[in-house]
Structure formats: structure tokens, C-alpha cells
């Protein structure tokens, strides 16, 4: 029997993970986090069997108890109860916590030897270097769950990094992809959250909108594969059947293609190095009828070239990226700041570090990426005052 453990099991990622760890028979699950939610989270761990179950909400611990009650499963709360679930021993892991508190939990499993089945890319963007250097010295795995990554990993397999040109990263261009700008700028929390192919957790949802969760996967797929940021490149593709393309020294281009489907991600991780059955439905290409592609805009869509910038300047930008991003997602979601602001705001925190020069050291260390991540918020929250001021 091979042991999982999956962090954030109540979200989008997580319950499409529990739904394949629930259909394989050669799986125990070890430990389910989650949050807010304690009556999923207690019935996925009454279906899986789990050893353990806990909620990231430290005032829920009477809740989560009282729900598991008589089950045998045991039950914890708080932050450092989450890190030592994912420390706990376990063949594969499932890092599906949204945000940068995905990081140290995903560390705790590289630090035990785990497979770590990547879907938070914050991880990545945050600190990278720190992420891939943890999983070498303990000699874990890392397998991506972003569909695009995925699809990048798959279509490198057998193949000669050195022979990579270019990376072709799509994006299905979210739902304002045709919007004007004006409208953009009044978009409201449920049209940005309406994503038109993908059903995914609400934040990522409006990341995908405003094609910051596109800048995210650039960062993520140079971080991960090592790819020189000019050879990433992204393309829109509204019907989000190919996932990503990489393009050889001989000018073919191996696609990756699937449905809008998150479980063909999680189940390739799943079951990798083989390839099991992943109850995903099959393309039915005449159907289709027509693939399209197009550029983005760069206008509408500021997130691209900022995180190009991010890419170029290294060293901690990445954790200062993501943290104001974040705290820009939180404040829009508040009603406190327009879609456009949110882009601006990161922006501005960014410039005013980098010209503070306080992004240049490596992040080498977890205690430099919180320094970072902890400025950049507090930047962010100011930047955003100052506006409405
Ligand atoms: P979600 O919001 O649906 O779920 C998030 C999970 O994290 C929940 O279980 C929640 O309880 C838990 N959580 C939230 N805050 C927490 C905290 N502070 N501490 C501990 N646990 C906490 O998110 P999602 O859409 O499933 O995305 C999860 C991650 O996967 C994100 O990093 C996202 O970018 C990435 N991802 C998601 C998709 C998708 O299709 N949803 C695709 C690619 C990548
Ligand atoms: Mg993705």
C-alpha cells in the first residue's frame, strides 16, 4: 500500500485528489488538511480511512473532534499542526493549499522524503531555489500538478532538455478576454470569479482573469524546469484543450492535449511513473471543431510583463510578486480596490522595492522569503491606502 497524505483536501485541487485516492485500492491515506470546512473535511477522512485530519483554524479543533467523534480518526488544529501532518511519513503528498502558506507544509514533505505532488505554485514563486534544493537534498520527487506544467513535464519525457527551444505556456484568456478596458476596470468579484473553461477555487478563478495566475505559471515553469525566461512564452487559447506545447531545436512542437480537467494533472501525479486510469472524459476532436490561438494583450493584461520583470530581476522578487499579489486578490475580494488597481498596486510595490534594492539576496533561506513576504503586504495594504486616500 502506498501512504498519501493531502494538503488542502477540501479545496478544488483537493477534492479531485480525494475522489482519485478514493477510487484506487492500493492507497492509505496517512492525513487530510483543510481549513474553514470541517464537515467536508471530516467525511473525506471518514472515506478515506484517514489516520489523522486537521483544520489550519485553530478555534475549530472542539468542532472537528466532535464531528470525527467515535471514528478513531485522530484530530489536531493550527498552523504547526498542519506542518506536522505533512511531516508525517507518506509516499506522495498532495500540496493543494492555496497562497504562500502552502510553503512550509510542502517543505515538511520534501524534508520527510515524500513525493510531493506540486499543485502550489506559490511554492515555486516564492521560493523557488529553496523548494528544489530541500526535495535534492532529501532526495524527493517533485511532480507538477499545474495542468500546464504537467503537460510541459510529459512532453519532455525521453526527450534532451538541452534540445528545448522555447516553452509555449496557453491561457484560456478568462473571462475578459474580449472585455475593453474600461469595462475591465469595473469588473465585479463574481464576473472576474466566472471563469469560462476551468472550475477552480475562487482565487486562482480571478488570478486567471486578470492573467496573474498566467504570470504565476511563468515564474513557476522557470523555476521548475529551468528555462531561460526568454524561451517561455504564452499563448491564448480560449478552448483550454492544449495545455502547453514545448518546441525542439528542430522546430516541431510536442502539444499536450486533454480536457479542462484538473484530475488528468493530479492523476498523472497519482500514478506516475505509470499510467493508471483517470476517470477524465475523452476529447472528441470533430466535436471540437476548431482550436484557436491568439497573442495576448499587453495592455489589458499588465500581469505578463510584470512577472518578466520578476524573472529578470531573481533573487527574492518572486516572494515580493506573490505577496502582493495576494494581498491585491484580498483587497479586490473586499470590494476595496477595482480589477485594474490590483495590477498597479503590485507594480508599485515591486518598483518601490526593487529601487529600496531589497530584493536582491537569493532566497536561500524561509526566514528571507517571509522577511519579503511579510514587506510586501504591508507595501501593498499602504499603496492601496494611499490610492483610496
Ligand atoms: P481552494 O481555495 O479551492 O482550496 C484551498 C485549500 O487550502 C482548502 O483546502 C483550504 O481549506 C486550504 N487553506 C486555505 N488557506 C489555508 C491556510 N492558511 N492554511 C492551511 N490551509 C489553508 O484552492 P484551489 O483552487 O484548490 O487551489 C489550490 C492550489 O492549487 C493553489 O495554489 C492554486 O494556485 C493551485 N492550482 C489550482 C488549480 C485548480 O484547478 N483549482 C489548478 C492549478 C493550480
Ligand atoms: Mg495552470
Known amino acids: 500500500m502506498r501512504r498519501v497524505t493531502i494538503l488542502g483536501a477540501t479545496g478544488s485541487i483537493g477534492r479531485n485528489t480525494v475522489d482519485l485516492v478514493a477510487r484506487a485500492d492500493d492507497l492509505s491515506t496517512v492525513a487530510l488538511t483543510g481549513a474553514g470546512n470541517i464537515a467536508l473535511l471530516a467525511e473525506q477522512a471518514k472515506r478515506l480511512g484517514a489516520e489523522l485530519a486537521v483544520t489550519a483554524h485553530e478555534d475549530r479543533l472542539e468542532a472537528l473532534r466532535a464531528a ?35 510553503l512550509e507544509p510542502g517543505l515538511a514533505a520534501l524534508r520527510q522524503g515524500a513525493t510531493l505532488a506540486l499543485a502550489n505554485k506559490e511554492s515555486l514563486v516564492c521560493a523557488g531555489p529553496l523548494v528544489l534544493a530541500e526535495a535534492a537534498r532529501h532526495g524527493a520527487t517533485i ?8 503537460a510541459i513535464f510529459q512532453a519532455l519525457m525521453g526527450e534532451n532538455r538541452s534540445a528545448v527551444e522555447r516553452v509555449i505556456i496557453t491561457a484560456s484568456g478568462g473571462p475578459f478576454r474580449t472585455w475593453p478596458r474600461e469595462r475591465m476596470a469595473r469588473a465585479t468579484l463574481a464576473e472576474a470569479a466566472a471563469h469560462p473553461s476551468w472550475s477552480m477555487g475562487q482565487r486562482i478563478s480571478v488570478d486567471s482573469a486578470s492573467l496573474f495566475n498566467k504570470a504565476m505559471e511563468l515564474i513557476e515553469a522557470r523555476e521548475f524546469f529551468g528555462f531561460a525566461p526568454d524561451q517561455i512564452e504564452v499563448v ?27 484530475r488528468h494533472a493530479i492523476g498523472f501525479a497519482l500514478h506516475h511513473p505509470a499510467r493508471g486510469p483517470v476517470p477524465v472524459a475523452r476529447l472528441d476532436l470533430p466535436a471540437l471543431a476548431r482550436l484557436e490561438f491568439e497573442a495576448p494583450d499587453p495592455e489589458r493584461f499588465p500581469a505578463l510583463r510584470l512577472s518578466r520583470a520578476v524573472m529578470e530581476a531573481g533573487g527574492l522578487s518572486g516572494a515580493a510578486f506573490n505577496g502582493a499579489k495576494e494581498t491585491a486578490l484580498d483587497l479586490f475580494i473586499a470590494g476595496a480596490v477595482g480589477f485594474l488597481d490590483m495590477a498597479a498596486l503590485v507594480e508599485t510595490v515591486l518598483d518601490g522595492l526593487w529601487a529600496e534594492g531589497a530584493l536582491g539576496e537569493s532566497p536561500a533561506s524561509l526566514d528571507n522569503v517571509r522577511v519579503v513576504d511579510h514587506l510586501s503586504r504591508q507595501r501593498t495594504r499602504q499603496a492601496a491606502a494611499a490610492r483610496a486616500g
Not at 73 to 93: F, K, L, N, T
Not at 241 to 258: Q, R, S
Open 68 to 102: 470525527l467523534a467515535g471514528t478513531g480518526i485522530a484530530a489536531a488544529a493550527g498552523r504547526a499542526a498542519v506542518i506536522e501532518a505533512a511531516s508525517r511519513p507518506a509516499d506522495w503528498v498532495m500540496s493543494a493549499i492555496v497562497g504562500a502558506a502552502g
Open 143 to 150: 511532480l507538477p500538478v499545474d495542468s500546464e506544467h504537467s
Open 236 to 262: 491564448v487559447h480560449p478552448q483550454s484543450i492544449v495545455h502547453a506545447m514545448v518546441g525542439f531545436a528542430d522546430g516541431g512542437l510536442m502539444a499536450h492535449l486533454g480536457p479542462a480537467d484538473m
